[in-house]
């Protein structure tokens, strides 16, 4: 009998988790992408779920996964994506190491790309659904998390183009933007962004120029990881974008986030400039 299946990269923690949990009670079978055996012996224990080693940026995972498609093709009714896998790199331009904008890069976008490229075939076939989560790093850059904005700022400007050449296809594709979510992600990498040692280290003239600003952006990010919102409104929107008969192109999630998001375009960029000096 043939099943709608939703591919979802990035499933070992926070929204992909959630996702495949919450999808696979509401008649998807969940094909579920991690990177390790661990993660995937989990995911294994769930009905419904079939996890898959799955490292967008390797080759022969993708090579595995579309051999998997050719092969089930006719066994599936509809076939979904949620481009969620993503990593996160923080630190000022004139000191980014670029194997890591690199490494940023291949994850949170063309690791997206090559996935979708695989998997569009088929979801055309079966008029089946992308969605792609980015986060309001794609529509606003904030100092220090440059390298982590640009890669979802690239990532945005894929699924609007996307978007508008799959429209005459009947293939929907929606990019959601959230908020700073509960989620490991940010967790993780809090730890890792906040380097003190590394600051201290600095030259007269590099401390000069970004300690006061980075003091003040790692104790935002950490005040923002603690009110970040609960992941189930990322389901929600979820919700919308796969299960609704014409979702928006666009949905933004958190409290405040597209407003704030319609308003930046308002405001003469040099006072939203100076406005974020005194707020970061």
């Known amino acids: 009998m043939a099943k709608r299946v939703l591919i979802i990269s990035g499933s070992s923690t926070g929204i992909g988790l959630e996702a495949a949990k919450d999808f696979c009670h509401k008649n998807y079978r969940v094909w579920a992408g991690v990177r390790s055996q661990s993660d995937f012996d989990q995911l294994a224990l769930i009905p419904d779920i079939e996890p898959l080693i799955l490292d967008i940026t390797k080759a022969e995972h993708l090579r595995a996964l579309e051999a998997r498609l050719q092969d089930q093709s006719s066994q599936i009714s509809s076939l979904n994506l949620i481009n969620n896998a993503g990593i996160v790199y923080s630190s000022p331009w004139e000191l980014q190491d670029i194997e890591e904008l690199k490494h940023q890069f291949e994850v949170n976008f063309f690791g997206a790309i090559r996935l979708t490229q695989i998997c569009l075939p088929l979801i055309r076939k079966t008029r089946g659904r992308i969605i792609d989560i980015s986060s309001i ?144």
């Not at 005459?168 to 992600?185: A, D, F, H, W």
């Open 137 to 280: 790093s794609g529509r606003f850059a904030s100092p220090f998390l440059g390298p982590y904005a640009s890669s979802k700022f690239a990532l945005d400007a894929f699924s609007d183009s996307l978007r508008r050449e799959l429209r005459p296809t009947g293939v929907k594709v929606v990019s959601i933007n959230p908020g700073p979510i509960r989620t490991p992600l940010w967790q993780k990498r809090l730890g890792k962004m906040m380097d003190w040692e590394k600051i201290e280290s600095f030259s007269p003239d590099l401390k000069t120029a970004y300690y006061s600003g980075l003091s003040r952006f790692y104790k935002r990010i950490e005040d923002s990881a603690k009110k970040a919102e609960p992941v189930e409104i990322v389901l929600r929107a979820l919700h919308k974008a796969l299960l609704s008969k014409n979702p928006p192109p666009r949905i933004y999630v958190g409290r405040g986030v597209a407003s704030f998001s319609r308003l930046q375009h308002w405001i003469p960029e040099r006072l939203l400039d100076s406005l974020v000096e005194k707020l970061i």
